[in-house]
């Protein structure tokens, strides 16, 4: 079993839209939830950090954690094209290290 | 967000050579830096923990022989591909942290061994 499983898409949404990424753990000692946004050929760009259960939101963009079910989400309100991205989960344990998600492709239809 | 600075962003290299992979954390001190290689639609994999000061930390199947890793300075960790060929072809991506959390990638190296 991954520690990190996520489904890899692909998703295609209508322009407005909102997109809902999600994934789960296995690691219970995991701490700090993190998303990432990857455009093609480019590194990945934080977009979210939390290490609380609960939700944590910055503009369009809502991360939701849920530490009991080992479910963490994220939510892409009125979607843009300019969306249109590979969007990856990571979490960290105490070693620091990244445990990533396979990544979910989202194309956001004008 | 802190700024990470990885250079080249793409190389070209013959095989059986060397090519040097440089990371930078530009507006923080960073003690350890991590290197990552990524497939094509695949997510990334740790390859190595790179440490100020002291030894890489590598993942298990990762030859310390073939990547090798220097962490010089605070704000510089380079990763040297050796005597590369073209299974070594890749995209090639380096993060460091200014904290506990909130890891920061740079912008990756796509690496191509003809």
């Known amino acids: 079993q991954k520690e990190v499983e996520q489904d890899p898409g692909p998703l295609s949404v209508p322009e407005g839209a909102i997109v809902s990424l999600n994934c789960t753990y296995s690691?219970?000692?995991?701490?700090?939830f993190m998303w990432y946004r990857q455009y093609s050929r480019k590194g990945p760009e934080l977009l979210m950090y939390?290490?609380?259960?609960g939700n944590k939101e910055d503009g369009r963009f809502t991360a939701q954690v849920d530490k009991s079910s080992k479910y963490i989400s994220l939510f892409i309100r009125d979607s843009q094209p300019s969306d249109s991205a590979t969007y990856l989960c990571?979490?960290?344990?105490?070693?620091?290290?990244?445990?990533f998600g396979a990544g979910t492709t989202v194309t956001v239809r004008a | 967000g802190a700024v990470v600075s990885q250079h080249p962003s793409w190389v070209i290299c013959k095989s059986g050579t060397s090519v040097k992979i440089e990371c930078r954390s530009l507006?923080?001190?960073?003690?350890?830096m991590f290197w990552y290689r990524q497939f094509p639609k695949q997510s990334l994999m740790l390859m190595a923990t790179?440490?100020?000061?002291?030894?890489?930390?590598?993942e298990q199947g990762v030859e310390k022989d073939k990547f090798l890793i220097n962490h010089a300075s605070l704000t510089l960790s380079t990763l040297t591909v050796t005597s590369a060929h073209p299974e070594d072809s890749s995209f090639y991506i380096c993060?460091?942290?200014?904290?506990?959390?909130?890891?920061?990638f740079g912008q990756g190296t796509r690496l191509t061994v003809v």
């Open positions: 993060s460091a942290r200014p904290g506990p959390a909130r890891a920061f």
């Open positions: 690691n219970s000692a995991f701490q700090y």
């Open positions: 939390t290490y609380s259960s």
């Open positions: 990571a979490i960290q344990g105490d070693d620091y290290k990244l445990s």
């Open positions: 507006d923080f001190q960073a003690t350890t």
């Open positions: 790179s440490n100020e000061g002291s030894k890489a930390t590598y």
